[in-house]
């Protein structure tokens, strides 16, 4: 197979990178699988796939990462929304500024195009809270997380005026599945799994009633790999398009793990979102391309897994 070109993944031993690591290399893409690999490698062995091992903190490990790369993928980010939320001058830092002389690097080095895995919750804020919200929408962000996602959006739209640097910023909703880490508050799935498969209590944050959009992990990277090449917008929201409950998370996970925890509620923070509904349309329209693993299935694979 023809190589259709050579992609960089930050962060490629993480959650949403191995993923995007398995699935562009599936699809006929050069990878260079960039990460600390503080574990084992979880993506698959490929011819397509060259291990890059090295530090994103380090300059001279940047600038050797970006050669010879046509497209990058840049998923790591250095804190969760529970973590900056606690400290942001942190995720400025070491999530922003590092952002920021990435992009530099990528002008510096020819890279064709960056696509930028950013968040549909967290960067619209309350507005998604009122209404299904369109990448048109001003964005309402409530916590540190969001802003630094949204200040780097706006830093790719920067250099893509000043030096021509192609992006796509994928907002993406709440991914699920496989090798999604279960400790650091990294989403409610992984945290409800732990906690039912050792017969602990669940901790919910509020009443249960709020929601967000769940998209299975490899229905999400599928999404990215077959549009960022050709994309015609700069941001897409990502996302089943589907609003479910953390109580029917709950009640549908039950039954799969084959045990009832007691469910504890508590209070929510000030900058807790009961909702976070995203406008999935422009995607769909533009690629034909649609979420189609249900959440009931797709907790069957993670399980399997697991």
Avoid: W
Avoid at 155 to 166: C, Q
Avoid at 224 to 253: C, D, P, W
Avoid at 272 to 295: Q, Y
């Amino acid at each position: 197979m023809q190589t259709k070109g050579t992609c960089l993944i930050i962060g490629a031993n993480g959650f949403i990178g191995s993923h995007l690591v398995d699935e562009l290399a599936e699809v006929g893409y050069k990878v260079r699988a960039f990460d600390r690999y503080s574990k084992p490698a979880q993506f698959s062995k490929s011819n397509n796939v060259e291990i890059f091992q090295g530090d994103f903190f380090d300059d001279m490990t940047v600038f050797r990462s970006l050669q010879n790369i046509d497209y990058v993928f840049h998923s790591f980010s250095a804190t969760t929304p529970f973590s900056a939320d606690s400290d942001p001058y942190t995720d400025v830092s070491l999530n922003l500024l590092r952002n920021i002389q990435l992009f530099e690097k990528s002008v510096e080095a020819g890279v064709k195009k960056i696509a930028y895995i950013s968040s549909g919750g967290a960067v619209y804020g309350t507005i998604a809270e009122r209404k299904n919200v369109a990448e048109g929408d001003a964005p309402e962000p409530v916590s540190p997380y969001g802003i630094g996602k949204l200040a780097s959006e706006y830093y790719l739209s920067y250099f893509n005026r000043k030096y021509g640097l192609d992006y796509v910023a994928y907002r993406l909703s709440n991914p699920y599945g496989p090798r999604q880490v279960t400790k650091n508050n990294q989403g409610v799935i992984p945290s409800f799994i732990k906690k039912m498969s050792e017969h602990e209590d669940i901790t919910v944050i509020g009443d249960g009633t709020s929601s967000r959009d769940y998209i299975y992990i490899r229905d999400a990277t599928a999404m990215m790999a077959q549009s960022f090449k050709n994309a015609q917008q700069h941001i897409y929201n990502l996302g089943s398009g589907q609003q479910t409950s953390v109580n029917e998370v709950i009640r549908t996970l039950q039954p799969l793990v084959h045990t009832e925890s007691i469910v504890k509620y508590a209070d929510e923070p000030k900058t807790f979102l009961r909702h976070a509904k995203i406008d999935t349309t422009r995607f769909a329209n533009e690629f034909k391309i649609e979420s189609s693993t249900s959440l009931e299935a797709g907790l069957r694979l993670t399980l399997e897994a697991i």
